[in-house]
């Protein structure tokens, strides 16, 4: 059979209709028609996919992970873990990830993602599309780099190419280009670094070099940026995506609803509890969980769903808590579209995130509905995953 029939509830990455119909063209991987019961003609000998009690929706979508094959949360770990050990753990998180519903993720920088991709797309393992930065790029002895290692060490284990001016900037985006990236990640500031105090990371005149080279190869730039100054200074540089984004003011939003930046706030990793977490680091944890989303909501920013799992303790196929996250601070409704339709647009993926004809047959069937209850999006909510028209059987 070389067609397949969802009947049900749909949510179409905007809205949700009942009684919808989709119909997939296996061989092709596309949805050839879709619409309300009666509307839409169903292919002879298709095989037929009834849902009650639950939704069907697009395939989800995380904006901002890591594929660093380490079993612990540490900088050093994700640093020595060999490359090799890391694409295959990489593959197996990339099944945990499918599993769970994903059918497109964006590798914001592994020593091992555009490779994940560049086998993905050939066919030679299954999982999500991966849309991978190769390499990350920091400033030298920033929050990036292991400064207990000599710096040549550090550099050659290092998941991050590191670079200092305007021109080595540059070559740096030209070395993530020849890795075969498909977008750009800096790293603007560090993080909680030195007790949870944060600093603005390359001057604007680099991030304008990044901007403008990853531009010239057609590539999307997204930037971590923790703190007034590194968020003022990549709006100057005009990014794409803000990564994180703590510390937001009405100056600063206004810049980026000026010039359309997607805002990734990466909610679930400051939502998981962490009694160590200095105190400093603490208040603005809860700045970004409250002033800094509210901020984000009455400006009506394209608010976009990234775990910024890392496949650690931070588990590939539990990235769904990040949509949970977002819906307890903006609605379900608008979370479900942070994690299909405004990703898609942010990763620049043209022919999914939403359930249209013509588009890409990536799909998921849920039990229960995450409009009422977004738990429903849990991976053991899942019935049917399906990636370019395949039906994964997972479930049986």
């Known amino acids: 059979m070389s067609s397949l029939v969802l009947k049900g509830p749909v949510?179409?990455?905007i809205g949700l209709f009942d009684d919808g119909v989709i119909v997939v063209d296996?061989?092709?991987?596309?949805?050839?028609d879709v619409g309300r019961l009666g509307e839409v003609d169903e292919p002879r000998g298709a095989q037929v996919i009834a849902v009650k009690g639950g939704v069907i929706l697009p395939g989800l979508i995380d904006a901002h992970l890591h594929f660093f094959g380490s079993h612990r949360h540490s900088l050093m770990d994700w640093v020595v873990v060999p490359e090799t050990l890391t694409a295959l753990r990489g593959v197996a998180d990339l099944e945990q990830l499918l599993r769970a519903g994903f059918t497109a993720v964006r590798d914001l920088g592994s020593k091992a993602g555009s490779y994940l991709s560049l086998a993905e797309r050939e066919g030679l393992i299954e999982g999500p599309r991966i849309i991978s930065a190769s390499k990350s790029l920091a400033q030298t002895g920033g929050d990036d780099d292991p400064t207990l290692l000599p710096l040549h060490v550090a550099q050659e284990l290092s998941y991050s190419y590191y670079s200092d001016g305007p021109w080595d900037c540059r070559k740096a985006v030209r070395k993530v280009l020849r890795d075969g990236a498909e977008v750009v990640k800096v790293y603007a500031s560090s993080s909680f670094a030195q007790g949870g105090k944060v600093r603005a990371q390359f001057t604007v005149e680099e991030l304008k070099a990044i901007v403008e080279e990853?531009?010239?190869?057609?590539?999307?730039?997204?930037?971590?940026?923790?703190?007034?100054?590194?968020?003022?200074?990549?709006v100057e540089a005009t990014v794409d995506s803000i990564e994180h984004g703590i510390g937001l003011t009405p100056e600063?939003?206004?810049?980026?609803k000026e010039k359309g930046i997607y805002?990734?706030?990466?909610i679930s990793i400051y939502l998981t509890p962490n009694p160590n977490r200095p105190a400093e680091s603490a208040a603005l944890v809860k700045r970004h969980c409250t002033e800094d989303m509210k901020i984000a909501k009455e400006f009506g920013f394209k608010i976009v769903s990234g775990s910024d799992y890392t496949g650690d303790t931070l588990r590939h196929g539990e990235n769904y808590r990040e949509?949970?996250?977002?819906?307890?601070?903006?609605?379900?409704?608008?979370?479900?579209?942070?994690?299909?339709?405004?990703a898609a647009d942010c990763l620049g993926l043209t022919?999914?995130?939403?359930?249209?004809?013509?588009?890409?047959a990536d799909l998921v069937v849920v039990k229960g509905n995450p409009l009422n209850d977004i738990e429903a999006l849990a991976p053991n909510n899942m019935t049917h995953v399906i990636r370019k028209g395949k039906l994964h059987n997972f479930f049986n």
């Open 26 to 32: 296996r061989l092709k991987g596309k949805i050839t």
């Open 323 to 342: 949509i949970v996250g977002l819906a307890g601070l903006i609605g379900n409704r608008e979370a479900l579209t942070a994690a299909t339709a405004t």
């Open 11 to 13: 949510f179409n990455g």
């Open 263 to 266: 805002y990734v706030p990466t």
């Open 252 to 256: 600063i939003a206004k810049g980026i």
């Open 214 to 234: 990853a531009h010239s190869a057609g590539l999307k730039v997204a930037a971590h940026a923790y703190g007034e100054e590194a968020m003022s200074n990549v």
């Open 351 to 360: 022919t999914t995130g939403r359930i249209e004809k013509g588009y890409d």
